[in-house]
């Protein structure tokens, strides 16, 4: 009996599964036809409506066909992040981040349209680094990670040191994303404790 509602319980994660993929792949087809559909239109202004009609159709379809391949493949990305997740944790936010190698001077911060293979996910029990949206570089819980500046560059160390500096997209304010992660940081369990006024102060906690 338990194995039966075991499987019932992961057809039904499965089948959410798939439904949220589709849901992607819809609303990234109609993201699509919407984008190209009024372009279309303002450069037939003045053909024949049957023509016009046509053209907008074809253009729109395509726009459809690519949107929803997009949004497909997001939504298998995001199902890829979201089944590291733990119990009771959800996904809060996605940064797009060039890596920083030590000793390189740090690229201005780059357009949104910039092309970025990483991007750092932050959740309510840890911060990920993933390559192309699917690929886990890293992962640490809260507790174990220090967020510092170097001007506009954000700094991460760990339990090991440092696992990167990273370039952030020039519509976020890589401050923010500091301030937040210490705020997470302050709220997780096993944290470690701050050191008393008679103590030395530790380097990278």
């Given at each position: 009996m338990d194995g039966t509602v075991e499987e019932a319980a992961v057809g039904d994660a499965e089948l959410a599964r798939r439904r949220r993929v589709r849901r992607s792949a819809v609303w990234g087809g109609a993201?699509?036809?919407?984008?190209?559909?009024?372009v279309a239109i303002n450069a037939t202004e003045f053909w024949p409506w049957w023509l016009n009609l046509a053209f907008c159709v074809v253009v729109g379809g395509g726009g459809a066909f690519a949107g929803a391949v997009t949004?497909?493949?997001?939504?298998?990305?995001?199902e890829v992040r979201r089944s590291t997740l733990g119990a009771g944790e959800r996904e809060m936010g996605q940064y797009r981040v060039k890596p920083v190698p030590?000793?390189?001077?740090?690229?201005?911060?780059f357009k949104e349209d910039d092309y970025t293979s990483y991007s750092l996910t932050t959740t309510t029990h840890r911060l990920q680094l993933w390559e192309f949206g699917?690929?886990?570089?890293?992962s640490h819980p809260w507790s174990e990670?220090?967020?510092?500046?170097?001007?506009h560059v954000?700094?991460?160390?760990?339990?090991?040191g440092l696992l990167g500096r990273f370039v952030l997209a020039r519509n976020v304010v890589p401050a923010e994303l500091v301030l937040a992660a210490n705020r997470l940081r302050a709220r997780a369990p096993g944290r470690p404790s701050d050191p008393s006024p008679s103590a030395p102060?530790?380097?990278?906690s």
């Open positions: 993201a699509g036809a919407a984008g190209v559909v009024p949004g497909r493949r997001d939504g298998r990305k995001a030590e000793g390189v001077q740090a690229p201005a911060p699917y690929l886990p570089q890293w990670l220090h967020l510092a500046m170097e001007d954000v700094v991460i160390t760990g339990p090991q102060a530790e380097g990278g």
